[in-house]
Each structure stands twice: as structure tokens, then as C-alpha cells.
T-cell receptor
Framework: TAGITQAPTSQILAAGRSMTLRCTQD?????MYWYRQDLGLGLRLIHY???????GKGEVPDGYSVSRANTDDFPLTLASAVPSQTSVYFC??????????????FGPGTRLTVL | AQKVTQAQTEISVVEKEDVTLDCVYE???????LFWYKQPPSGELVFLIR??????QNEISGRYSWNFQKSTSSFNFTITASQVVDSAVYFC?????????????FGKGTSLLVTP
């Protein structure tokens, strides 16, 4: 079973360039999330979407944007990358509309290096 | 303020030893959920357990067990007879109404190294 796929697996990006990280899930989950993982800081929420057509900001949204045109896809865009955005990015999804009981399942991650 | 504290940054044990990973959380809600995830060296995040705030019964799954105590706001994870394959970073996480979109609030993780 595919679950959640993310692309690319890794990327080196020049500062100032834009990039879109892709996330697709095949579980028909309503809610989707983007986290970044940094050494010593755990995972922090960037943006989320409770259902197609809606998005919200998380703990660290600056410099990132998202869209949710359909249920399956939740791309994360860096408009003008900066070195502090070097991180591992995880996409996650959960079945219901952000209900408290949800278990979130994670994609394999994208390792991004901004130089 | 940090809502989930994993005070142990790194733990090293020898195979077959028991090891307990601590997790202390903070919430004002009476209804909330706690989670543990495993991140092996390959990097993916693997869901281990979800526990709601109304169920304080301890849970055992094979060599894994979890001790949830609301009185001390703790949700500790014990691995019995550890194995090399248990080497990973383990994350405790909290979901309550204060989290944007009911997302998870993660601790910083505990890195467990099990040596032969």
C-alpha cells in the first residue's frame, strides 16, 4: 500500500529560489499536515488542512505556503528559500476532519538543503 | 511553553536490558490524546500507540508497554529485553484543543541506542 508519498526524496536548493514539495495520499484522509524536523527541536507544524479547500497556519508558517485543491494532494511551497529552511519535511494525514482522536500517518520525508 | 517534555536526550543500553523512555506532558484540557512514534535510522516515522485521556489502563504489546499516569502527567514507554532493532529516536506527542488543526505537539525525542 502506498499511503503517503513525498517528492522529491532530497533536494539541494540555492537561496532565493522557489520550490514545491509534493505530498500525495491515497487513503482519502480529510486532514493533512506539514511538519519540519530539525535536530534537537523535534517536529514542528508548518501548515495544516482539515479538508479540501481549507488551510491553516501552524507553529512555524513564515516563508511557506500551501494549497489543498483536492483531497489527495497537499503541496508545500517555499517562495524564496533561505538557509534556515534547511530541514527534513514530513507530510502527514489523518482520517477525520482534524478530530482529536485522529492518528496521523507520515510520509517518508523530504530532505531539503538550502545553500 | 513546551507541552511535551522528553528529558532523556540519549539512552544507551546493552541488548536484553529493559529501558524506559519518559514523557511528561502539559495540557489544560480534560480530553486529549497521547502518542508515541518511532523513527528508525531510515528516517520514517512509525506510529506505535495512541491513548486517550480517559483510559489510564496500561497497555502491553509484545516487548513494548506503556504506563499512563494522569496524576503525574506522564506517559512512559518501556521496552523489555531490548534488541538492536529497537535503536531509533522515539517521539512522544500530544493532541489537544490548543493545537492548530488538532495537529500533534511533539517532544524533542529520545535517541535510543541498543548495542549487542
Amino acid at each position: 500500500t502506498a499511503g503517503i508519498t513525498q517528492a522529491p526524496t532530497s533536494q539541494i536548493l540555492a537561496a532565493g529560489r522557489s520550490m514545491t514539495l509534493r505530498c500525495t495520499q491515497d487513503m482519502r484522509h480529510n486532514a493533512m499536515y506539514w511538519y519540519r524536523q530539525d535536530l534537537g527541536l523535534g517536529l514542528r507544524l508548518i501548515h495544516y488542512s482539515n479538508t479540501a479547500g481549507t488551510t491553516g497556519k501552524g507553529e512555524v508558517p513564515d516563508g511557506y505556503s500551501v494549497s489543498r485543491a483536492n483531497t489527495d494532494d497537499f503541496p508545500l511551497t517555499l517562495a524564496s528559500a533561505v538557509p534556515s529552511q534547511t530541514s527534513v519535511y514530513f507530510c502527514a494525514s489523518s482520517e477525520k476532519r482534524g478530530a482529536l482522536t485522529d492518528t496521523q500517518y507520515f510520509g517518508p520525508g523530504t530532505r531539503l538543503t538550502v545553500l | 511553553a513546551q507541552k511535551v517534555t522528553q528529558a532523556q536526550t540519549e539512552i544507551s543500553v546493552v541488548e536484553k536490558e529493559d529501558v524506559t523512555l519518559d514523557c511528561v506532558y502539559e495540557t489544560r484540557d480534560t480530553t486529549y490524546y497521547l502518542f508515541w512514534y518511532k523513527q528508525p535510522p531510515s528516517g520514517e516515522l512509525v506510529f506505535l500507540i495512541r491513548r486517550n485521556s480517559f483510559d489510564e489502563q496500561n497497555e502491553i504489546s509484545g516487548r513494548y508497554s506503556w504506563n499512563f499516569q494522569k496524576s503525574t502527567s506522564s506517559f512512559n514507554f518501556t521496552i523489555t529485553a531490548s534488541q538492536v532493532v529497537d535503536s531509533a529516536v522515539y517521539f512522544c506527542a500530544l493532541s489537544d484543543s490548543s493545537n492548530s488543526g488538532y495537529a500533534l505537539n511533539f517532544g524533542k525525542g529520545t535517541s535510543l541506542l541498543v548495542t549487542p
